[in-house]
T-cell receptor
Framework: EADIYQTPRYLVIGTGKKITLECSQT?????MYWYQQDPGMELHLIHY???????EKGDLSSESTVSRIRTEHFPLTLESARPSHTSQYLC????????????FGEGSWLTVV | GENVEQHPSTLSVQEGDSAVIKCTYS??????FPWYKQELGKRPQLIID?????GEKKDQRIAVTLNKTAKHFSLHITETQPEDSAVYFC????????????FGTGTRLKVLA
């Protein structure tokens, strides 16, 4: 199993609240990603990072923001949650040491009520 | 940018039969093609991958074939078992040093006992 951790695993919050989904990896991977996925559906890339202080938006427009201040940490923040943000958020990472294969965290299930 | 199409979206087979899932991609420079299996409520897990300098790769009951000319690659599962039931995603890694992964839309495989 890859060493990539997400917290919280499950979260129910009210509309308008600010939330941060945490993601950490201990593999020294330089590249990290956030995917949004409804159950059993497509994986949509919403953010990625090549390394510290580099972040890019993915192919799916998202109102969330990310930061990459440390190699191992790639948090995702929603300033004002809405019911349309209800989904699963999967963090992932890849690095040269592991052949640049992408590994996923267990996911954070977000419900906005 | 890279575009990945995956077919079929659902597939039902009898236990013991074979299953084949196909993906096509658009960027002829793409060079790495992994397949992921996602069981219900779990994270996607890498099951097999292939690089562009190889035409076929096999791992027990699972194989992947790559046709670079036609820009498609396929997952083959032989002697299917009920535990093979899951959603399968193909992926293509973009070139240019970004190591961004574009995923197919997924195939829901159901193995009937």
């Amino acid at each position: 199993e890859a060493d990539i951790y997400q917290t919280p695993r499950y979260l129910v919050i009210g509309t308008g609240k600010k939330i941060t989904l945490e993601c950490s990896q201990t593999m020294g991977h330089d590249k990290m990603y956030w995917y949004q996925q409804d159950p059993g559906m497509e994986l949509h890339l919403i953010h990625y990072s090549y390394g510290v202080n580099s972040t890019e938006k993915g192919d799916l427009s998202s109102e969330s923001t990310v930061s990459r201040i440390r190699t191992e940490h790639f948090p995702l923040t929603l300033e004002s949650a809405r019911p349309s943000h209800t989904s699963q958020y999967l963090c992932a990472s890849s690095g040269t040491a592991s052949g640049n294969t992408i590994y996923f965290g267990e996911g954070s299930w977000l419900t906005v009520v | 940018g890279e575009n990945v199409e995956q077919h079929p979206s659902t597939l039902s087979v009898q236990e013991g039969d074979s299953a084949v899932i196909k993906c096509t991609y658009s960027d002829s420079a793409s060079n790495y093609f992994p397949w992921y299996k996602q069981e219900l409520g779990k994270r996607p897990q890498l099951i097999i991958d292939i690089r562009s300098n190889v035409g076929e790769k096999k791992d027990q009951r699972i194989a992947v074939t790559l046709n670079k000319t036609a820009k498609h690659f396929s997952l083959h599962i032989t002697e299917t078992q009920p535990e093979d039931s899951a959603v399968y995603f193909c992926a293509v890694r973009t070139v240019g040093g970004t190591y961004k992964y574009i995923f197919g839309t997924g195939t829901r495989l159901k193995v009937l006992a």
